[in-house]
């Protein structure tokens, strides 16, 4: 079974910064992509950034310039999205999200629990 795990979540004032990981675990054959998404309350989830097995990325036009997406180079299996000059508006429960392969060759996608951040002063 595969897991993800998030953590960094907290709060921060606006302008401030703050890193969110996430772990994939379980038996996993592939890890495709993975990406982050958001939900504010009241709103539908919606993607930040993404990042493939060959690194490309893409960004949220809402978080570019400001958010940067990676991946651990020892541990394919660990996934950053680092988040600066946070704003208000990017107060949301963030989900980390993995399109993964098992090692019964059964490829979904996977969520995490989801990690609460608060910009505010």
């Known amino acids: 079974q595969v897991q993800l795990v998030e953590s960094g979540g907290g709060l921060v004032p606006p302008g401030g910064s703050l890193r969110l990981s996430c772990a994939v675990s379980?038996?996993?054959?592939?890890?495709?992509?993975m990406a982050w998404y958001r939900q504010a309350r009241g709103q539908q989830r919606e993607l930040v950034a993404s990042?493939?097995?060959?690194?490309?990325?893409?960004y949220g036009d809402s978080v570019k310039g400001r958010y940067t997406i990676s991946r651990d180079n020892d541990k394919n299996s660990v996934v950053y999205l680092q988040m600066n000059s946070l704003k208000p508006e990017d107060t949301a429960v963030y989900y980390c999200n993995g399109d993964i392969a098992d090692y019964a060759m059964a490829r979904g996608e996977y969520w995490g629990q989801g990690t609460q951040v608060t910009v505010s002063s």
């Open positions: 990042i493939t097995s060959a690194g490309d990325t893409k």
């Open positions: 379980g038996s996993i054959f592939s890890i495709y992509a």
